[in-house]
């Protein structure tokens, strides 16, 4: 059994930051790609970030140089480190990973990113 949980969405001002996480547990033997999508209502869901198991990375255009994403793979953790946060940022963020050559999604965490 393999889980996903993801923390560290909220409501923040323009301009400002937000650090979410990515944790896997459970019976794991490998992780492969370690990705995050948006989605916001009424659209389809986005990728946003990916890193493959070697720490290559690569971005959307919209986010190239305000946001990074990283692993700790002792931790079987991904991050993304959001700066210079934008209203366009607003929406669900979800982690998507392959887990035993498996993929598995969290469950969403809310970024608002409001006046």
């Known amino acids: 059994q393999v889980q996903l949980v993801e923390s560290g969405g909220g409501l923040v001002q323009p301009g400002g930051s937000l650090r979410l996480s990515c944790a896997a547990s459970?019976?794991?033997?490998?992780?492969?790609?370690m990705m995050w999508y948006r989605q916001v209502p009424g659209k389809e869901r986005d990728l946003v970030a990916l890193i493959t198991s070697g720490g290559t990375t690569n971005y959307r255009d919209s986010v190239k140089g305000r946001f990074t994403i990283s692993r700790d793979n002792a931790k079987n953790t991904a991050y993304l480190e959001m700066n210079s946060l934008e209203s366009e940022d607003t929406a669900v963020y979800y982690c998507k990973t392959v887990i035993n050559n498996q993929v598995y999604w969290g469950q969403g965490t809310q970024v608002t990113v409001s006046s």
């Open positions: 459970g019976s794991i033997n490998s992780i492969g790609f």
